[in-house]
């Protein structure tokens, strides 16, 4: 059974947030034009799920604390100096696969 989640790319919309699993983590997608980001739903400052937050453009607001985040860059905006937990993405024949990031980044978790 492989780790990796497949999803059709035109399931994903430029303008929600899409929360999933990849290998038993809570994941969020989210699309911008022909490329997706995923990142851990987790927010970093409480570990509320970031995909329960509003996105405007590509900037998260988290729905607690309204602590915000780049999802081009996955960095925080407010406040700065923290990140999200970025997974791996590729697109082929129209499909998006997202796997677990690299043991090093998942040690930063
Ligand atoms: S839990 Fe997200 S800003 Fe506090």
């Keep these: 059974m492989s780790d ?10 430029g303008d929600e947030l899409v929360p999933c699993t990849v290998a038993g983590d809570a994941v969020f997608l989210v699309r911008f034009g022909d490329e997706v980001r995923a990142y851990r739903d987790k927010c970093p400052h409480q570990g509320v799920p970031l995909s329960e937050g509003h996105l405007a453009g590509c900037v998260l607001t988290c729905r607690a604390h309204h602590h915000t985040f780049d999802l ?3 960095r925080g905006e407010n406040p ?17 696969f997202v796997s677990r990031p690299p043991p090093a980044t998942e040690a930063t978790r």
Excluded: H, Q, T
């Excluded at 990796?4 to 919309?13: K, T």
């Design 80 to 96: 700065a100096g923290v990140a999200l937990v970025r997974y791996p993405v590729r697109i082929a024949d129209g499909r998006v």
């Design 72 to 74: 081009r860059s996955g």
């Design 4 to 13: 990796e989640l497949i999803v059709p790319l035109d399931e994903l919309w």
